[in-house]
Structure formats: structure tokens, C-alpha cells
């Protein structure tokens, strides 16, 4: 089929990985696949680039889908053109026009790269006379450095093309690249915006969210299910492991001491997440602390927490301040869903006056005064599957 709108997709990290970068390249290509998924597109990679061959019509819905892609640096829509300096001005002229009617336009320049060593004409003088075809037309001022539009000539083995934007990517590494990890999925801002920063450093998530009914409802259940499918788009499908934890915690409330009630059901959750985390295959827990931003999440409280796994636990957001945090959510769509007002299990009988700097010594005691092995098993064994996306 014959195209007339081409994606250039530009990815950064994966130049680096060496003889790892096939590797990189090979996931890039199938997560660009599955997000055009059902778009009547071509896509190909060539010369360390991924190239996308579409309609005009249905570019911005190309660009829509592949700017959340993680790996990709930067995109442009182009155009190809014939391998003729004639056709290459007349393109580059109908460019700045589009450009012209949408914004004001200062300065220009035209920046040329030939990787087909075979075109007659060097990568200069490609630009000088592109750029005076775009001159004698709009008598636009020509400026090398800081022009406020750059016409971007490429001339390949393959192809010839032209852009004038380039539309800022989602960066990072391709999801998959760094292994699978399992988030612990609360329903509140943190933990979904924990989870998309591990899957911007190519981390493919599971989930389990800790359900205490009757305490916690329906419709909170039903609120972290869509914060999961909301965080599986960056990856296709995503497993959610709802876990009941009523018994669980209302036994380590009534038998532990009260000021450490949330330290000791962070700890069972840490249990329980890791021992489905490693069912299924999963390398790390990630969690949405925040060092100083509630009383379990000090250091001495996060390290008591934390020696009853002994799985990697990964903190993303540990030095965010909540600004930040909020800012993420808003611009991932999280934050909306984050914010309706359905209590989750960790804001379940928190004590008034909670530890700050637990001692470890005195956790673990607790814990060997309550029986409760039992209960995290047959949690961990009852956990229901959802699967999100996919």
C-alpha cells in the first residue's frame, strides 16, 4: 500500500546498551506494534530508527498512541519526497505553509543528514538550497542557531522525507526490558505513579491491592481496578491480585500493640505480596513511599517494614514532595480516580498516636506474640486474578 504520512520515532537509552541493543530494539518494536494495535499502519525499523507509514488522516491518532510509548525519545510526522533536490524544496515549501497559517514564525533554518552517501549533493548544500526555495517564498530570516523552526531533511537508503516538529516522547527504556516486578496498589495518588516510573525504567508490573470488606466497599475495590487499567496501558495486560485482609488485620489490631497496628499490617502485606510475587516470577516489590510523608513511612518504620520481605523493594517516589507526586498523577490520569473518596485498607484503624521510629526488636516481639501465619497463607492462597488490559 502507498502511504503519504511517515512517524519517525527516535529512541535514546538503547544506542547505549551495546550488544544488548537488539535486545532493547526487538521490545521497542513489539510494544509499538501492540499500542498501533488494530490502526491500518506499517511499521518498520531501520538504521537505529523505528518508522511508522501511515495515512495523513490518521497521523494524530498515531501520535497519540505512540508519545506514551516508553523508549522513545522524540517523534516527528514527515513526508517523503522523491530523492530530488526540486522536490525536496517544493515539500519543505508546503511545510512552513501549514506552519505559517497555525503560528508566527521569526526564523528558520533547514538541517540536513545524509545517510545515503550515494545522493550527489552534500548534507550543506541539501540545506542551502532547501532552505532558498523556503526563502524566495516567505522571505523568512534564516538563523543557524535557535531558528524558531527547524526543517529537518533526511536522505536514506530507503526513503527521503521532511518534518518541521518534533513532538516530545515518553523516554526511558522499553517495558519488559528490565524484568517483571510486583506493585503493591493502593487506592490512593502514590502507588500508581510509583508503578508508571518503574515501568518508565522497563519494568512490567503485576499488582495486588489489600481488600478489607466490610470496612473498605465495592466501590473501592472497584476504584483501584481502574487505576490498574489505567497504569496497563503503558504495557498491554496486567495481573491484579485482590486480596481479602479483613481476619489479617483486625487480629494484628486486637492482639499487637496499637501504636505499632500500621507497622505490623505493612508487614503482612509485605508478606503476602512477596510470596505472590514470587509465584509469579516477579523480581522486586514497589511501593509508593514517601520518606517523612505519613508515620509509617520514616526510615526506622520503613526498614521495619521492609525486613519482612526478603525481596528487593523498590521506592521510587521516596524524595518526591507531594507536589510533584500530584503533578505526575494529573498529567499519567491517575490523579481523578485517586482522589474519590473510598477509604483503602491502609487507612483502616490507624491508632492516634502511631510510632514514628519503631524499634525493630520491639516489632518482631509483637509479631511472636501473634498467631497469624496461617491467615497470610490462606490470604495469599485466596487471592482473586483480574486481569487488567490485554
Known amino acids: ?17 551495546g550488544g544488548n541493543r537488539g535486545f532493547f530494539e526487538r521490545l521497542l518494536l513489539n510494544n509499538t ?8 499502519v506499517e511499521v518498520e525499523r531501520d538504521q537505529g530508527r523505528f518508522f511508522v507509514h501511515c495515512s495523513e488522516a490518521a497521523s494524530p491518532a498515531v501520535l497519540r498512541r505512540l508519545q506514551p510509548v516508553f523508549g522513545f525519545t522524540s517523534l516527528s510526522p514527515a ?3 522523491d530523492r530530488d533536490i526540486d522536490a525536496m524544496g517544493s515539500a519543505g515549501i508546503e511545510m512552513v505553509e501549514r506552519v505559517l497559517e497555525e503560528r508566527d514564525v521569526e526564523s528558520f533554518c533547514v538541517k540536513t543528514q545524509r ?4 545522493f550527489p549533493l552534500p548534507s550543506p548544500e541539501v540545506g542551502r538550497r532547501v532552505g532558498a526555495s523556503i526563502f524566495m517564498r516567505f522571505n523568512l530570516p534564516v538563523k543557524l542557531k535557535g531558528a524558531d523552526l527547524v526543517v529537518g531533511v533526511e536522505i536514506g537508503r530507503k526513503q527521503t522525507f521532511l518534518f518541521v516538529e518534533r513532538i516530545a516522547g515518553a523516554g526511558g527504556l522499553p517495558v519488559g526490558a528490565s524484568g517483571k516486578v510486583m506493585l503493591l496498589l493502593s487506592g490512593g495518588i502514590d502507588s500508581p505513579v510509583a508503578g508508571h516510573l518503574m515501568q518508565k525504567r522497563g519494568c512490567s508490573l503485576s499488582a495486588v491491592y489489600f481488600h478489607a470488606p466490610p470496612h473498605t466497599g465495592e466501590r473501592a475495590r472497584d476504584k483501584v481496578v481502574q487505576l490498574a487499567e489505567r497504569v496497563t496501558t503503558r504495557q498491554g495486560a496486567l495481573d491484579l491480585f485482590v486480596v481479602r485482609f479483613t481476619e489479617l488485620q483486625e487480629r494484628l489490631r486486637n492482639q499487637g500493640p496499637p501504636d505499632l497496628a500500621v ?16 509465584r509469579e516470577h516477579c523480581t522486586a516489590l514497589i511501593t509508593g513511599d514517601n520518606l517523612g510523608q505519613v508515620a509509617s513511612q520514616t526510615l526506622e518504620n520503613l526498614r521495619c517494614v521492609e525486613d519482612a520481605t526478603d525481596m528487593l523493594v523498590l521506592r521510587p517516589l521516596l524524595a518526591f514532595d507531594k507536589r510533584e507526586i500530584i503533578d505526575l498523577a494529573e ?11 473510598f477509604e483503602d485498607t491502609c487507612s483502616l484503624f490507624v491508632p492516634k498516636h502511631p510510632a514514628t521510629r519503631a524499634k525493630l526488636a520491639k516489632v518482631q516481639d509483637a509479631e511472636n506474640r501473634i498467631d497469624f501465619a496461617s491467615l497470610v497463607e490462606e490470604a495469599t492462597a485466596s487471592a482473586e486474578r483480574i486481569r487488567c488490559g490485554g
Open 1 to 17: 500500500m502507498s502511504w503519504d504520512t511517515l512517524i519517525v520515532l527516535r529512541h535514546g537509552e538503547t544506542f547505549i546498551k
Open 33 to 40: 506494534k501492540r499500542a498501533l494495535a488494530g490502526m491500518d
Open 79 to 81: 513526508r517523503i519526497v
Open 115 to 118: 545517510s545515503d552517501k550515494t
Open 263 to 278: 507497622i505490623l499490617y505493612r508487614r503482612a502485606m509485605m508478606r503476602i505480596a512477596s510470596r505472590l510475587a514470587a
Open 331 to 341: 498529567r499519567i490520569g491517575t490523579y481523578e480516580t485517586s482522589i474519590l473518596p
